[in-house]
Nanobody, 115 residues
């Protein structure tokens, strides 16, 4: 059973930065794609960043230029560097990974941005 464990969430003032980590219990090079999603209270879960096995990244306009996703295969860890945080970034952030057989989710980590 693959496990994804997120860390790095917390409270930060608007304009601040946080870095989220997602460590897998298996080699992340086995995943076709990985990504970060978030869900705010009363809203649907949305993608904030994805990265393919070839390193191609994709961001929605709401975070483009502020968030950076990257992966370190040697540490089996994916990261999300979040800069210039806004109150509307407040949400539970989830790590996601997919191979050709399954999709896996982490337990989520809370990010709270105060104005």
């Amino acid at each position: 059973q693959v496990q994804l464990v997120e860390s790095g969430g917390g409270w930060v003032q608007a304009g601040g930065s946080l870095r989220l980590s997602c460590t897998a219990s298996t080699s992340i090079s086995s995943f076709n794609a990985m990504g970060w999603y978030r869900q705010a209270p009363g809203k649907q879960r949305e993608s904030v960043a994805t990265i393919s096995s070839l390193g191609r990244t994709n961001y929605p306009d709401s975070v483009k230029g502020r968030f950076t996703i990257y992966r370190d295969n040697t540490k089996n860890t994916m990261y999300l560097q979040m800069n210039s945080l806004k109150p509307e970034d407040t949400a539970v952030y989830y790590c996601n990974a997919a191979n050709m057989w399954n999709t896996y989710w982490g337990q989520g980590t809370q990010v709270t941005v105060s104005s």
